[in-house]
């Protein structure tokens, strides 16, 4: 038996407790993880509050994010002891993710935890971070440099856009980061952001074609906040999208496209082929600042994963949250 978060629906309705699961619940797979740590992303929170349609199977272990010690394994390329890591795949979705001591999983979805990483360092980064990786990485391969001009990042106070700053800065990027949380601002100019914009001004419909001003962005939000930011992105800036926090919808026109030659990349880190992942987790070994995951995280127990989640969709959460799945 091993302790977990179980989302279940039925009659009863739709609700999400800790469990005493036995391991004969456990779904297939060809490797068993002790798992020690797990995170809260925006997607864990909609799943655990039932306010997004994120679970498609019940009962469901949510949890994108997990890392742990190899228990069994009956794929080759990984061997019990083995320490390893998990982002996306439709864990936590379609699959048993990681907010549980135990997880069942296919082989081919974990990558090796990296030696420049502790779990607890993984976890801060998690997919959020790895997210972010991946974005800059997109960002270098249109040629985005440095001295190009301002890289522009939303949803600055949240995963994604704290460690995205941090990387970018390091790099040598100038950032400017939108928030609408001003209590924030001394917060995200720590991590490197030269100016702090307040998100109203992007939230609203704005027009087909505005100033120019961005070499690049990362965008987490969506909606009309990525239509106004292509809007005022350079001629051939690039602008990454890979979140949806303000919305699905892209109420935008073409004008930024076709008479600026703007590029707009899509960022998915859940199926991302495994070459990326691995790249972009050994990116992340040199080019994020580890000293500054204590100021992007902090750490919970399971048990408080609940009440958190709740908080995380309100826009009450900075940063990572770290889930010690064993307190």
């Not at 691995?278 to 750490?299: C, Y």
């Not at 908080?311 to 307190?327: F, Q, S, Y």
């Amino acid at each position: 038996m091993f302790k977990g978060i179980l989302i279940e629906k039925d009659e009863a309705g739709y609700r999400a407790g800790i469990r005493e699961i036995d391991d004969g619940q456990l779904p297939d797979g060809d490797v068993t993880v002790r798992v020690g740590h797990s995170t809260l992303n925006y997607k864990d929170g909609l799943a655990i509050t039932g306010k997004g349609p994120v679970v498609r199977r019940f009962p469901m272990v949510p949890g994108i994010d997990l890392v742990g010690t190899v228990e069994r394994s009956d794929n080759p390329e990984f061997a019990v002891g083995d320490a390893v890591l998990l982002n996306g795949w439709g864990v936590g979705e379609v699959h048993w993710g990681g907010l549980a001591q135990k997880a069942r999983l296919k082989g081919d979805w974990l990558v090796p935890l990296p030696e420049r990483f502790s779990p607890q360092q993984a976890m801060a980064i998690g997919t959020a971070g790895y997210t972010a990786m991946l974005c800059v990485l997109a960002l270098e391969r249109q040629g985005v440099k440095p001295g190009d001009g301002e890289i522009l990042v939303t949803g600055a106070a949240g995963g994604v856009g704290s460690v995205a700053i941090a990387v970018l800065a390091k790099l040598g990027y100038t950032v400017v980061a939108v928030s609408g949380r001003a209590a924030e601002v001394d917060y995200i100019r720590r991590l490197g952001a030269s100016e702090v914009l307040d998100r109203a001004e992007f939230a609203a419909p704005g027009k087909p074609l505005g100033k120019e001003r961005w070499a690049g962005a990362v965008d987490v939000v969506g909606s009309h906040t990525l239509a106004n930011v292509c809007a005022s992105t350079r001629y051939r800036g690039v602008v990454t999208a890979c979140g949806l926090a303000g919305g699905m919808d892209f109420p935008a026109t073409v004008a930024p496209f076709i008479l600026r030659g703007v590029t707009l990349v899509g960022i998915d880190s859940v199926m991302c082929p495994r070459v990326d992942r691995l790249e972009a987790w050994r990116r992340l070994g040199i080019d994020l600042d580890v000293s500054k995951l204590e100021l992007i995280s902090h750490e919970i127990g399971l048990a408080e994963a609940i009440p958190t989640a709740s908080k995380l969709i309100a826009g009450e959460i900075r940063g990572r949250v770290i889930v010690d799945v064993n307190r």
